[in-house]
């Protein structure tokens, strides 16, 4: 049995690693066609990662040795929330929820953690972005993540329309935290040049590639199992896709927000819905 378990537990990862870079593709493709661009191929976030792991790992005077465990601290946070997920091999236990909201915090700390160890002015700028964002998007994820969830205290599934003020919320909270457009302010390339990725390079860039990966795979299954109905592991796959479209279409559709506007918008625009869908919640029980 444990040789069974460790074959699936390793299974979920790989699977979820390649699905994710998958999703990135898919977006990049999508953000290009939908501005009559080609766009590169949807393998080449897997291309780049596979790349990154095989160039030199360029380490400046001015950094300091906290910076490797950025990517580190971010890859472990994602993986660890892809097995609270209810979809295959899921180790259930009472408050899964508030693992997930801990850990998903986590994996944002290690950007944190890398951007203000580099050294560079730029990444400085970036992971304090990074902070400031988290704040703002971090009121309405937690909220809306728990409408859904409230009755039993763990991950449960439902459809959006039961719940839709905290979908919109939720939706708008997580493409804040993958800092996606209008939200990519933290690596607003015009301003910071790869803001908290400015210094990195090698491994270490490979691996914050490899947990964003992770990250873009739980945070769209997150939205198919709370507001999209869940179900087998085909069916939560086949849901992250129109997931993954949506968010592509919003980037393509809305300019980059400064970080004021940012927190504005998601402190009385994003949480207000939130709190309306949780007082819903709280009336229906």
Request: net charge positive; proline share 5%.
């Amino acid at each position: 049995m444990a040789i069974i378990d460790f074959f699936l537990i390793v299974t979920k990862i790989l699977v979820a690693g390649f699905f994710g870079f998958l999703f990135m593709g898919i977006i990049r493709k999508l953000a290009a066609r939908f501005q009559n661009r080609i766009g590169p191929p949807i393998w080449q976030p897997i291309l780049d990662f596979i790349k990154l792991l095989s160039k030199e790992n360029i380490v400046s005077k001015r950094e300091s040795p906290w910076t490797n465990l950025g990517p580190i601290i971010s890859l472990a946070a994602y993986i660890s929330v892809l097995f609270l997920l209810p979809i295959g091999l899921h180790f259930d236990f009472y408050g899964s929820v508030i693992w997930v909201i801990y850990l998903l915090f986590a994996g944002v700390g290690g950007y944190i953690i890398a951007g203000f160890a580099s050294g560079n002015p730029y990444s400085g700028i970036g992971g304090s972005r990074e902070l400031v964002q988290a704040f703002g998007f971090e009121l309405p994820f937690i909220i809306s993540l728990l409408v859904p969830t409230l009755k039993l205290l763990s991950i449960a599934s439902s459809w959006f329309y039961v719940y839709p003020f905290a979908f919109v919320a939720f939706l708008i909270a997580v493409q804040g935290e993958l800092a996606l457009p209008p939200f990519h302010i933290p690596d607003a390339e015009q301003e910071l040049v790869a803001g908290v990725f400015t210094e990195l390079s090698g491994w270490r860039l490979g691996l914050f590639e490899l947990a964003y990966a992770f990250k873009i795979f739980v945070l769209s299954s997150l939205i198919s199992i709370l507001f999209l109905g869940g179900g087998s592991f085909l069916a939560v796959l086949v849901k992250d896709f129109f997931v993954i479209i949506f968010l592509a279409l919003i980037r393509v559709l809305f300019a980059r927000m400064t970080i004021d506007r940012s927190l504005k918008f998601f402190w009385f625009v994003a949480t207000p819905l939130a709190l309306i869908g949780l007082v819903r919640v709280l009336f229906l029980m």
